[in-house]
């Protein structure tokens, strides 16, 4: 039997990532028939206690947080920490004050689908988890989302920025 070291750290970590990205969806397909709607509202519950988490690893990294850049980039980091090195994105920045989180792929989807969950339901997940992660590290700096793979988009694109910048941007003015 190999010893438990020999296995590099890197696998063990893609097989732990590839175990948790199922377990919504092993949830959900067990739980939803039995619970109906209500599932919905007890899972958004579970995410927004994993988003208290993620803020944990967060300020336990001493990640920054001081403007739209550094928040995108820190939530992208916790999420790879989270939910494994399959979760592929990248960080725009669109003005000094606002940035994009560019989500191309996403294993708690793909998983998901694998297992016979829609898209929908992932979808409410990543939400509670993104949007509770991202107000707890910086009140003033909410998120939105743009575009959602869940809904059939190519990319999920999440916005970052100060809701003054956000009036601005709406107004068409800088």
């Known amino acids: 039997m190999p010893d438990l070291k ?3 750290d890197d696998v063990k970590w893609r097989l732990a990532a590839d175990c948790a990205a199922r377990l919504p969806a092993l949830y959900d397909v067990a739980f939803r028939k039995v619970l109906g709607e209500k599932y919905d509202e007890i899972e958004r519950e579970i995410w927004i206690g994993l988003s208290r988490r993620a803020v944990t690893i967060a300020r336990d990294l001493a990640l920054p947080v001081k403007n739209a850049h550094d928040l995108a980039e820190s939530m992208r980091t916790v999420m790879i920490i989270l939910f494994g ?3 592929k994105s990248e960080t725009i920045d669109v003005s000094d004050e606002g940035s994009v989180i ?3 792929r996403c294993p708690f989807l793909d998983k998901g689908y694998e297992m016979g969950a829609n898209g929908e339901h992932t979808f409410l997940r990543c ?3 993104t949007l509770m992660t991202v107000s707890s590290l910086k009140k003033d700096y909410p998120a939105r989302y743009v575009r959602s793979m869940c809904s059939g988009d190519r990319q999920c694109e999440i916005k970052v920025s100060t809701e003054k910048n956000r009036k601005q941007l709406r107004a068409g003015t800088k």
């Open 85 to 87: 090195p399959d979760y």
């Open 102 to 104: 560019i989500i191309k």
């Open 6 to 8: 020999s296995i590099p």
């Open 127 to 129: 939400m509670a988890l």
